[in-house]
């Protein structure tokens, strides 16, 4: 598994972006699961942070076009 943020398909950074590609969801579901996350079980946004920091960018600009 070798997850990568995503610069084509991203809001912020790319991370859901790049969890939706690795996973085979839509991006739109992950940044969905990621809020409901932060906002009923009390996830902290600091993850998120973690992760843009931690996982690298894919380096491309192209639009992530699923399968």
Do not use: H, N
């Amino acid at each position: 598994m070798s997850i990568q943020r995503t610069m084509g398909d991203k809001k912020i950074a790319g991370v859901c972006g790049g969890l939706a590609r690795e996973l085979g969801m839509s991006s739109a579901t992950v940044r969905w699961i990621f809020v409901l996350l932060v906002w009923l079980a009390g996830m902290s946004g600091w993850v998120y942070l973690i992760a843009w920091m931690l996982i690298p960018s894919d380096g491309s600009s192209d639009t992530y076009k699923p399968d």
